[in-house]
């Protein structure tokens, strides 16, 4: 008599929990794109504009799925659907050769109208206001924080091998494993750990001797290598496969993207 008390039990609670499950699943249901939405990744990111159309709707879905997942605020700014979508395209490309990927230490977007100081400081810097973006630690956990001119520039520019938006969420990435430190754990496989990092090494090096086309921020540290390297693949792919080809199969190995493969990379 018990046992068959303790088997309706869960049965019951089986039934209770798919209940919910399929309740929340229901919830998630992602909308589909807005043409004028369309419209801005056609013409603002390349990336977008040179997938084949099957990878273009994927692609629109994640730039949907992120928002609907992600607050953004603006911080004495106005939030455009521009700033939106490019802030979204930014999340999405870095994580669009993997078949499901969520931000989880992700909540919030704070977009600054200008760059700012070491303070946060944009309208009256007391330092040099030259960031361009962050990932928040310590009050500012789970939070990234973007000037909008610099996440603009990102795009409008595609020849600089600049990529503020994207710098920030490869960084996110390579958090992901629960350490900033340009090794990012969760993209690679065990065996590329070390000969990613003697190969970072090397290329830091070349950067400090002042021997590289890849940006002089790139040297400072390992996890500001992996995200200058990051802006260079994914703007400039077939350029560092000319410069850098060991780079490059590292990048393809840890972004499962073989961007220079695409027919209409040109440059
Ligand atoms: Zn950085």
């Given at each position: 008599m018990?046992?068959?008390l ?25 909308a589909?794109?807005p043409e ?16 084949l159309?099957l990878?273009?709707?994927?692609f ?25 979508v ?21 909540k ?6 200008d760059?700012f ?5 944009f309208?009256?810097?007391?330092g040099?206001?030259?960031i ?30 600049l990529?503020?938006?994207?710098h ?8 992901s ?6 090794i ?15 190969l ?21 540290s390992?996890t ?36 220079a ?5 040109t440059?």
């Amino acid at each position: 008599m018990q046992l068959q008390l303790i088997i309706i039990g869960i049965v019951c609670i089986t039934i209770l929990l798919f209940l919910v499950l399929k309740k929340k699943q229901e919830k998630t249901v992602i909308a589909p794109i807005p043409e004028a939405w369309r419209k801005i990744l056609e013409q603002k990111v390349v990336f977008y504009r040179r997938l084949l159309s099957l990878d273009q709707r994927r692609f629109e879905d994640e730039v949907m799925r992120f928002l609907s997942e992600i607050v953004i605020e603006g911080v004495k700014t106005e939030i455009t659907d521009e700033d939106k979508v490019l802030i979204a395209a930014s999340a999405v490309i870095p994580i669009f050769g993997f078949e499901s990927w969520k931000y989880t230490n992700l909540k919030t977007v704070l977009i600054y109208p200008d760059y700012f100081d070491q303070n946060l400081n944009f309208e009256n810097p007391e330092g040099i206001a030259a960031i361009a973006g962050l990932v928040g630690t310590g009050r500012f956990e789970n939070q990234m924080i973007l000037s909008k001119k610099a996440l603009h520039h990102g795009f409008d520019n595609n020849s600089d091998k600049l990529n503020t938006a994207i710098h920030e969420f490869v960084h996110l990435l390579d958090k992901s494993d629960g350490a900033i430190d340009g090794i990012p754990k969760a993209l690679l496989e065990n065996h590329q750990y070390i000969p990613w990092l003697q190969l970072m090494h090397h290329k830091m090096e070349a950067i400090n001797k002042d021997k590289s086309d890849i940006r002089n921020y790139g040297g400072t540290s390992e996890t500001e290598f992996l995200a200058v390297a990051s802006e260079y693949f994914f703007s400039r792919p077939k350029l560092l496969k000319r410069k850098h080809p060991e780079l490059y199969k590292m990048m393809v190995a840890c972004f499962k993207q073989d961007l220079a493969k695409r027919k209409s990379f040109t440059k």
